[in-house]
């Protein structure tokens, strides 16, 4: 990969792994939903009025929007707020790959790999460890949102699966515009459902220059930017080149917890961590391995 294409997957893991603190900082203020809300409202505008709509049926757009944004984004950010440390979110959040490999096989017909199940097994060992740990620096509540919304985020990758099987061509930036306005309009109405007009005025009442920027980063940085990134480099590279800068994620949005939050995980936490992460290299390059392997002996057998 060249140097610039490698400086922004460096941007890339960058700009998601320190926006789970942002999320931390951004709750300090607002109430969860009130959050998600402005979040998608400073995604949808202004671009939408510059972005056509891309050439696809609404339905994917909504359906996308609803699992990607309001399940994953909705759950996360309430996880957030009941006592889900921001280390152990951006690692936990990981296993919506695992997600992907299951909702893939039920909806699409998809097949498992070997290299795949042994990974899922690793990695549930490694949910298990980080969710048994529960009531001593983290809620069982915030463990559990969090892996719904890795479920909402899997289920969003199966509906993208879905347009490129069916040869749907479409622009990222744009389809991450449109598909965000059913989540916007998914979380003004759960705001004012749970949270009710009272809490959200009086949030907006103090709504301070450390929100605007919460706003603002996951906006703009965490998902424009973001994803338009990733997504040119999916197009220059290979997937199999392009999908390991994502297990850097976790170990940035630990390392800025633990430095920006003074969050500490518990060795039982680290252990599920590591197993959890190992979980996905298996997942991502079991495959690869196991060919290297049967290549290796077939060569000394002859």
Known sequence: MPARDLLLALVVVLAWGFNFVIIKWGLVGL??????????????????????RPNLPWRYLIVYGL??????????????????????????LQSQAFFTLIFAAVFLKE???????????????????????????????GFIMTLLGAAGWAMGNVILKQCTQQGLQFDVLAFMVWASIAPLIGFIGLSLWLEGPQEIATALQH???????????????????????WNLLLKRHPTNLVAPFSLLVPWVGLSAAALLLNEQLLPQQWWGALLLMSGLVVNIFGGQIRQLWQARKLAAQN
Do not use: D, E
């Not at 939903?33 to 939408?48: E, I, Y």
């Not at 399940?71 to 979110?89: D, E, R, V």
């Not at 199940?117 to 060992?125: C, H, K, P, T």
């Open 111 to 141: 097949s498992f790999k070997h290299s795949q199940l042994i990974g899922l097994l690793i990695a549930g060992i490694g949910l298990w460890l980080i969710g048994s740990s529960h009531g001593q620096s983290m809620t069982l509540l």
């Open 31 to 52: 109430p969860p939903l009130l959050l998600a809300s402005l979040r998608f409202a400073a995604t949808v505008f202004p671009a939408v009025f510059f972005l056509r």
């Open 67 to 92: 699992t990607w944004g309001l399940c994953q984004l909705g759950f996360l950010f309430s996880a957030m707020a009941n006592g889900m440390p921001a280390g152990l979110a951006s690692v936990v």
């Open 207 to 229: 709504f301070s220059m450390q929100s605007l920027l919460a706003v603002l980063y996951q906006a703009i940085f965490a998902a424009l930017l973001g994803m338009s990134l």
